[in-house]
Structure formats: C-alpha cells, structure tokens
C-alpha cells in the first residue's frame, strides 16, 4: 500500500460558499481576509509584521487555490511557480462542524443538521442539566449560554474554583462543552463527566461533547491545557479509514483526528500540546510509517485564532507552519501523496466566534500512484468526498461510495 498524508488546517476556509448566508456567513472569508488584513498592516504583532509570508504554501497551490475560489486577486507578493494540485471544494453536509467536515473529507457526508442549543441565557434544556447533576454526582453548573471558551474563563473561572460547579456552555456548532479546572476539579473527574454528558445529549442529536481542562489561578492567568477530550458520536457509515485498516493498512491519528471519528478506523493516536509539537508528531510518524495514512489536524488555527478572532494570530501560524514544509518534503518518499484542505472557515474578521460556512483549499502535492503530481487547476469540487476518494485511489482501495477522483498526473 503507498502512503498518504492528510494535513487539515483546521478552519482555513477559501470564501463564503453559495448556501453562507443561511448560516450568516455570506461575507466571510478565513484566508482572504487574514492576506488582506496583513497587507494592510492590520496583523502586526510582536512575531510578524507586514504582508503573509508563506512561500512554501504559495508553492503548493495555496494562494491559487484561494484565488479560484474567491473569483479574485489576493495581495501574495510575485508570480509563484505553483507545483501541486490544487483547487476548492463545497461542502454538501449540512452546517459548518467539525466531524461532518471531516467525515465528507473521508468519504461520508452528512446530509442533515446535528441538534444545537438556541442562543440565549439558560440554553439547555431544564430536564438535561437536572440529569447531569444527578448522574454526573455534582452540585451545580456554571454559565448554561453559548460563550468563548476563553472569555467564559475569565468569567467563570474564579467561581468555579470557589463552588467547584463545573462550566457547561456551547456555541453555534453542534456541542456540549464543559470546563473545569485540571487540579482543583480533577482530570480524570472531568472525563467521566462529560461521558455522561454525551449519553444525555445523545437523544437530542448533538454530535460533541469536548472536556476543556484549564489551569491557573484567576482571571487573569487561567489557560486552557493539551488534556483536551472530545466524546464524538460514531461515523454513521464506513470512511476513508475504515477503508484503509480493511486492507490491514495503518491509519495514524496526529492530534484531534481520533477523537473526531471517535477512534473508528484508527489505529494509534498521537498528540502535542501545540501546532509546531503536532507538526513534530508527523515528522516522528513519517520516519516510522511507510504505508498507509497520517492524518494530522493543526487545531491552533481554529481554537486559539479563528474562534478568538485573533487575525495577527493566526497569520503568525501560517507562517510558522509554512516554514516547516521544507521538514515535510524532506521525509517524502516516491509512494507518498500529501493532501492540505480544512473542514470548514472560522474568519477571525467576522463578527461573532463561530465557524464560518466556507470553500476549503484542495491541494495535492508530491507522488500520486507513482508519478508526480502536475500542477493542475482542479477548480471547483462538488463535494469534500473527491479529496477522499482520490487519496483512496492513490493507496488502492475499492472506491469509496461517494466523490470523484481529483486528475493529478
């Protein structure tokens, strides 16, 4: 079996897709404005100034990606000679939430709309929370609203260390989140928690339940740690991975990968507290695993930039991943094909903390079935699906049910 590796820039969307506006996303635009906004000297901060640095991106097909996309120039600085594929797709499953973006990536849209809470104070349903208390051996929540994973910290985090009252809140995804501190309340504690949280939530639809562990001591200081969990509802049907471990292939989790698919067709997990640590698991991973698929999720992009409309942020880390590339390419191997995309926008420009409905980049890079990837216009893909069905192709596995092989040779 050849090798492929699957790297997702975690909310790195290329435009607003045609259905946006449905979700209040009809403007936005993750890539675009971030290479705008650098240009205009509205990124600066103490690690970057000035317009986007990301050569090595721009090489791959990035930059035409997103200018495909968007139907018009971006500020990237001269002509590059592009080497890989590259092109956007469509999402078809509904909403913008992360396993549904992930999954179709793999092979399984999802054609309908998880359960999510309304937005407004007291969002859970009184029955939930009242079985939460009793069968999650607690005394009292915290929040109950849809909030900022870090700005309910500052809010709640002090008299969480006070009562102990763990801090439910969620967003506009389909989610169940609860925060408590990692020592005072206890980790282990937490997990259990929020195993039960997901048995609750099961019956109303809603496809996460994440552990937030922080540390600190204030307001002032509390910070969110690596021991994040996420309790994920299975995929409803085979993906991509199943596919693979089928064919006794190895399927590599780096990062949040397991979690999403709820460890169905995983075969080992590896994590980092950070981007650059989880590009050093892939590095490890690449000397050790010649065959099969190392998917990697670069969570930073979303959780600490595009949800906390940090633009500065989140283009330091596209610089920072850009700069690792050269790493990648290095521990490629004739067998290996590399494909970048995203599972959905999160425009740190647009108002709100939420994802955004967007396009993501498709872009190939390195041997696809032997020979190497052309620098070919994939243009518009119709679904997420043609990403996982040509990676099934270049590893020589029966065709997945949905999606269209990508021409990359």
């Given at each position: 079996?050849?090798?492929?590796?699957?790297?997702?820039?975690?909310?790195?969307?290329?435009?607003?897709?045609?259905?946006?506006?449905?979700?209040?996303?009809?403007?936005?635009?993750?890539?675009?404005?971030?290479?705008?906004?650098?240009?205009?000297?509205?990124?600066?901060?103490?690690?970057?100034?000035?317009?986007?640095?990301?050569?090595?991106?721009?090489?791959?097909?990035?930059?035409?990606?997103a200018v495909g996309s968007r139907k018009s120039s971006l500020p990237l600085g001269t002509h590059v000679n592009v080497q890989g594929a590259y092109g956007h797709a469509v999402e078809v499953s509904s909403g913008k939430?992360?396993?549904?973006?992930?999954?179709?990536?793999?092979?399984?849209?999802?054609?309908?709309?998880?359960?999510?809470?309304?937005?407004?104070?007291?969002?859970?349903?009184?029955?939930?929370?009242?079985?939460?208390?009793?069968?999650?051996?607690?005394?009292?929540?915290?929040?109950?609203?849809?909030?900022?994973?870090?700005?309910?910290?500052?809010?709640?985090?002090?008299?969480?260390?006070?009562?102990?009252?763990?801090?439910?809140?969620?967003?506009?995804?389909?989610?169940?989140?609860?925060?408590?501190?990692?020592?005072?309340?206890?980790?282990?504690?937490?997990?259990?928690?929020?195993?039960?949280?997901?048995?609750?939530?099961?019956?109303?639809?809603?496809t996460r339940v994440i552990a937030r562990p922080f540390k600190g001591t204030s307001g002032a200081d509390f910070e969110r740690t690596a021991n994040r969990k996420d309790l994920t509802t299975p995929p409803l049907g085979?993906?991509?991975?199943?596919?693979?471990?089928?064919?006794?292939?190895?399927?590599?989790?780096?990062?949040?990968?397991?979690?999403?698919?709820?460890?169905?067709?995983?075969?080992?997990?590896?994590?980092?507290?950070?981007?650059?640590?989880?590009?050093?698991?892939?590095?490890?991973?690449?000397?050790?695993?010649?065959?099969?698929?190392?998917?990697?999720?670069?969570?930073?992009?979303?959780?600490?930039?595009?949800?906390?409309?940090?633009?500065?942020?989140?283009?330091?880390?596209?610089?920072?991943?850009?700069?690792?590339?050269?790493?990648?390419?290095?521990?490629?191997?004739?067998?290996?094909?590399?494909?970048?995309?995203?599972?959905?926008?999160?425009?740190?420009?647009?108002?709100?903390?939420?994802?955004?409905?967007?396009?993501?980049?498709?872009?190939?890079?390195?041997?696809?079935?032997?020979?190497?990837?052309?620098?070919?216009?994939?243009?518009?893909?119709?679904?997420?699906?043609?990403?996982?069905?040509?990676?099934?192709?270049?590893?020589?596995?029966?065709?997945?049910?949905?999606?269209?092989?990508?021409k990359l040779t």
């Amino acid at each position: 079996m050849n090798r492929a590796i699957i790297i997702i820039l975690d909310s790195l969307g290329l435009g607003a897709s045609a259905d946006a506006a449905k979700y209040g996303d009809q403007n936005s635009d993750t890539f675009g404005h971030i290479v705008e906004a650098c240009e205009a000297g509205l990124a600066n901060n103490a690690q970057r100034n000035g317009p986007l640095k990301i050569p090595n991106l721009l090489r791959w097909g990035l930059g035409a990606a997103a200018v495909g996309s968007r139907k018009s120039s971006l500020p990237l600085g001269t002509h590059v000679n592009v080497q890989g594929a590259y092109g956007h797709a469509v999402e078809v499953s509904s909403g913008k939430d992360t396993p549904s973006g992930h999954w179709e990536i793999c092979g399984l849209p999802v054609p309908f709309e998880w359960g999510t809470f309304p937005q407004q104070e007291n969002c859970f349903p009184a029955q939930l929370m009242q079985d939460l208390l009793a069968q999650g051996n607690i005394e009292g929540t915290l929040a109950n609203k849809h909030a900022s994973g870090t700005d309910v910290l500052v809010e709640f985090g002090e008299e969480h260390l006070r009562t102990g009252y763990p801090i439910c809140y969620t967003s506009a995804d389909s989610v169940f989140q609860i925060a408590a501190h990692e020592q005072s309340f206890g980790l282990e504690r937490l997990y259990a928690l929020c195993e039960v949280a997901k048995k609750l939530v099961d019956p109303l639809n809603v496809t996460r339940v994440i552990a937030r562990p922080f540390k600190g001591t204030s307001g002032a200081d509390f910070e969110r740690t690596a021991n994040r969990k996420d309790l994920t509802t299975p995929p409803l049907g085979p993906t991509l991975l199943d596919h693979i471990q089928d064919q006794q292939g190895t399927v590599v989790s780096v990062g949040k990968i397991g979690d999403i698919f709820a460890h169905k067709g995983v075969s080992y997990t590896v994590k980092a507290a950070d981007n650059m640590g989880l590009v050093d698991q892939m590095l490890d991973q690449m000397i050790k695993v010649k065959e099969g698929l190392i998917f990697v999720n670069l969570v930073d992009f979303d959780s600490k930039y595009g949800h906390r409309r940090n633009v500065a942020g989140y283009a330091n880390a596209l610089e920072e991943f850009d700069a690792r590339l050269p790493e990648i390419e290095a521990k490629l191997e004739p067998q290996d094909l590399v494909l970048l995309s995203a599972d959905h926008g999160c425009d740190p420009t647009w108002p709100g903390s939420h994802h955004t409905r967007e396009h993501v980049p498709v872009v190939f890079y390195g041997h696809y079935c032997g020979a190497p990837v052309q620098a070919y216009n994939l243009g518009e893909r119709a679904t997420f699906a043609d990403m996982g069905q040509t990676v099934a192709h270049h590893l020589g596995l029966v065709p997945l049910e949905h999606g269209t092989v990508c021409k990359l040779t």
